[in-house]
């Protein structure tokens, strides 16, 4: 079963004062070991709670890693006294690596290419760089397209991501009610999704992904 954070928020409100304790029994400031898998920023790239096996989609904090490495590493449980609005209560604080493997395999994931955030909504997690490189956001890797096709949907895409960032200014910076049917001030993307089949790149791993495929739901 998949520990969710959301349950560790409503379980803060009834915690007494002098003890926090999640329901999973881990105690605030406790030491958790964890797994953490080499497909950083893949849509199952969760933690696992290595003496159960299971896994939990709450943040491990300050954790230096680098993608394609399986790590075992230890975490301190953190239970916050005054959490934020629109974030987690809990969440895990790297203290050291026990272990880092390197993944040596050439299987695809998946990852996912929009991302609802605060206060903006929903955003393209990609940019392309003054040198035409194209650059994911998490984790901050170069995304390599296979072919033209490939790099026409990136290119389609950091389009988008410029008419949204214009829209958004054109709101910000006008001072007359707004016409939401006005296309210029239209700061909603096309797409409700964008996921991308890519695979570690060997010749330059652990800092680029090679993108096979490219999948638009549309809204």
Not at 8 to 31: D, I, Q, Y
Not at 92 to 100: E, M, Q, T, W, Y
Not at 117 to 145: C, H, M, R, W
Not at 186 to 193: A, P, S, V, Y
Request: net charge neutral; proline share 5%; charged share 25%.
């Amino acid at each position: 079963m998949k520990l969710k954070s959301i349950l560790c928020c409503m379980l803060v409100m009834g915690l007494t004062a002098c003890e926090k304790t999640s329901e999973w029994g881990f105690r605030n400031g406790e030491t958790v070991n964890l797994t953490v898998g080499p497909h950083q920023g893949s849509t199952d790239d969760r933690l696992i709670v290595t003496k159960t096996k299971e896994s939990t989609d709450m943040k491990l904090h300050d954790f230096p890693r680098i993608p394609g490495y399986t790590y075992n590493v230890r975490a301190k449980f953190v239970i916050l006294d005054n959490p934020p609005m629109d974030g987690s209560c809990c969440h895990f604080k790297f203290v050291k690596v026990l272990k880092k493997t390197k993944y040596n395999g050439n299987d695809v994931f998946k990852i996912q290419l929009i991302r609802s955030t605060l206060p903006d909504g929903d955003a393209i997690l990609i940019n392309k760089t003054e040198d035409g490189v194209f650059q994911f956001s998490y984790p901050s890797i170069t995304l390599i397209p296979t072919d033209d096709i490939i790099k026409g949907k990136l290119e389609e895409m950091n389009v988008e991501a410029a008419r949204v960032a214009a829209a958004f200014k054109q709101v910000l910076q006008s001072i007359d009610p707004i016409d939401v049917s006005d296309p210029k001030f239209n700061t909603i993307l096309k797409w409700k999704h964008i996921i991308a089949t890519v695979r570690h790149d060997p010749n330059n791993f652990g800092s680029a992904y090679i993108v096979e495929d490219i999948s638009f739901t549309n809204r």
